[in-house]
T-cell receptor, first 111, second 116 residues
Framework: QKEVEQDPGPLSVPEGAIVSLNCTYS??????FMWYRQYSRKGPELLMY??SSGNKEDGRFTAQVDKSSKYISLFIRDSQPSDSATYLC???????????WGAGTKLIIKP | GAGVSQSPSNKVTEKGKDVELRCDPI?????LYWYRQSLGQGLEFLIY????????KSGLPSDRFSAERTGGSVSTLTIQRTQQEDSAVYLC??????????????FGPGTRLTVT
């Protein structure tokens, strides 16, 4: 079993819908949680960063961490075709430089 | 400011040849990472540098792969005697934190390597 599990998709939704992307993990030492967005033929870009449990909001994006369930989510409101990309979750323990990555979920927003 | 840059952006090479991939991290970032990403796959960790030293080489697939970093800045990833299974996008990332801390990484655009 992988340390971080992420459904590869593809997830296809109509424009304007609320999108929910998720990752589960097994290592309770993880403290730092990140979401990266990767467009085709580009490197991943940091989208959201969260420490420990709780929510963080940035514009149309909300990152949520539930450490008790070892589950993290990224919500995208009012989804746009430009949000179509692969979304990767990544996480690390407090004193560890090493990021552990999910496989990425391909998201398609249909106009 | 300038982001992470990588060169070349694309490289086509014949099986058996050596290739060198270059990464210029964000100025002042102490940590540097190399990853490999095959088509439709997640990120495969290769090697990590803290300054010029590589405390974690656990991801290098074989002894044909090596990497170095000089002056705490530029890094090169060398693949000797390339094989077709080496074809992938090689991504470099840098991070401002030493050891503990946030751990967020900033990526370059990648080098797309094709071995024919």
């Amino acid at each position: 079993q992988k340390e971080v599990e992420q459904d590869p998709g593809p997830l296809s939704v109509p424009e304007g819908a609320i999108v929910s992307l998720n990752c589960t993990y097994s290592n309770s030492a993880f403290q730092y949680f990140m979401w990266y967005r990767q467009y085709s033929r580009k490197g991943p870009e940091l989208l959201m960063y969260t420490y420990s449990s709780g929510n963080k909001e940035d514009g149309r994006f909300t990152a949520q961490v539930d450490k008790s369930s070892k589950y993290i989510s990224l919500f995208i409101r009012d989804s746009q075709p430009s949000d179509s990309a692969t979304y990767l979750c990544a996480m690390s323990a407090k004193s560890n430089y090493q990021l552990i990555w999910g496989a990425g979920t391909k998201l398609i927003i249909k106009p | 400011g300038a982001g992470v840059s990588q060169s070349p952006s694309n490289k086509v090479t014949e099986k058996g040849k050596d290739v060198e991939l270059r990464c210029d991290p964000i100025s002042g970032h102490t940590a540097l990472y190399w990853y490999r990403q095959s088509l439709g796959q997640g990120l495969e960790f290769l090697i990590y540098f803290q300054g010029n030293s590589a405390p974690d080489k656990s991801g290098l697939p074989s002894d044909r792969f090596s990497a170095e970093r000089t002056g705490g800045s530029v890094s090169t990833l060398t693949i000797q005697r390339t094989q077709q299974e080496d074809s992938a996008v090689y991504l470099c990332a840098s991070s401002p934190q030493m050891g503990g801390g946030k751990g967020e990484q900033y990526f370059g655009p990648g080098t797309r390597l094709t071995v024919t």
